[in-house]
């Protein structure tokens, strides 16, 4: 069961990705925005036989459905050999994130958005998503428990507050051990 915090969370990231309505407000993404997401329940993108080939080829244009095109990004996830044979019927949770994380690359988008991202993956499939994502161009949107994970990816942390919300370009640690970031926080929760 989700906690109030993670299902809040899961709810802003469903709303951002269009899948939610939110109840008020608004955004508005710029118009070279391409979004690909990564929810912490990924279980209704499973509910086929396929192999992991013929899972991740209908998520990819049709001149790219080609199986050597699609195996490279199976690859990059450490799917290797026969495993891209693997039915998604018999997948562990850490290989059905390591799929997702491969849709994601496939889609080629500007803006992830991860929610806890980690979960599931053992340490070597979270060093190679890690190593992704410090190269990636774009902006990523997350949320992790995982501290090691936060600290190498973010480089800005947002925390919302039940009254407002505090925004700073560091890593997690400077945040983490920053007097200003303590002071502002005492203030919102004063």
Known sequence: MLSKDSLAITTLFQ???????????EYKFGQTITKASLPSNNE??????????????Q?????????????????KMLFSGE???KKCSVLSGGEKVRCMVSRMMLAGANLL??????????????QAFNNGLKDFPGTVIFTSHDHEFTQTVANRIIEITPNGFI?????????ITSEKVSEQKE???A
């Open 83 to 85: 495993e891209v044979f």
């Open 187 to 189: 203030a919102l929760y």
């Open 15 to 25: 709303i951002l990705m269009d899948e939610v309505k939110p109840d008020s407000g």
């Open 113 to 126: 958005i991860l929610d806890e991202p980690t979960n599931h993956l053992d340490l070597e499939s979270i």
């Open 167 to 175: 925004d700073k370009l560091m890593t997690y640690d400077e945040y």
């Open 59 to 75: 998520f990819s244009e049709e001149e790219n459905k080609d199986e050597v095109y699609v195996r490279g990004f199976l690859g």
């Open 44 to 57: 209704k993108f499973f509910q086929s036989d396929d192999n992991l080939i013929d899972w991740l080829r």
